[in-house]
């Protein structure tokens, strides 16, 4: 029981790791920026999580894991509306390269469909 107990305490821990990732990294602000630059970051800023080094670590790897397929995923709807949007091969293609490189906030339409 006890053990069950500190498992429910760091799950709680961990969810407020979770929930910081998503709420400062799930946009715009964690289009460019690797987990391991965050880790470092927290790490010089000297945060306490209150859970071992390795489970926050983890944690933040796996969230951004989750934001980058979540960020892919929405790609695959963009395209739908890209293909709908224009016959224009080259316009096409220019805006498949913009999506892919992750430089879709540099173009207004793509920017809005990605927010959607």
């Not at 053990?3 to 979770?18: I, M």
């Not at 670590?57 to 969230?63: G, V």
């Not at 995923?73 to 293609?93: G, L, S, Y």
């Amino acid at each position: 029981m006890q053990k069950y107990k500190q498992l429910e305490k760091q799950a709680v821990l961990l969810g407020r790791v979770r929930s910081e990732v998503w709420a400062k990294y799930g946009a715009v602000a964690g289009l460019n920026i690797s987990d391991r630059a965050i880790r470092d970051a927290w790490m010089k800023e000297g945060r306490n999580f209150g859970v071992s080094a390795n489970a926050w670590k983890e944690t933040l790897r796996d969230c951004m894991g989750d934001i980058k397929a979540y960020r892919e995923a929405a790609k695959e709807k963009v395209k739908q509306a890209i293909r709908k949007r224009t016959t224009c091969d080259n316009e096409r293609k220019r805006l498949y390269t913009l999506l892919k490189k992750d430089e879709w906030t540099t173009d207004n339409f793509l920017h809005r469909q990605m927010r959607k």
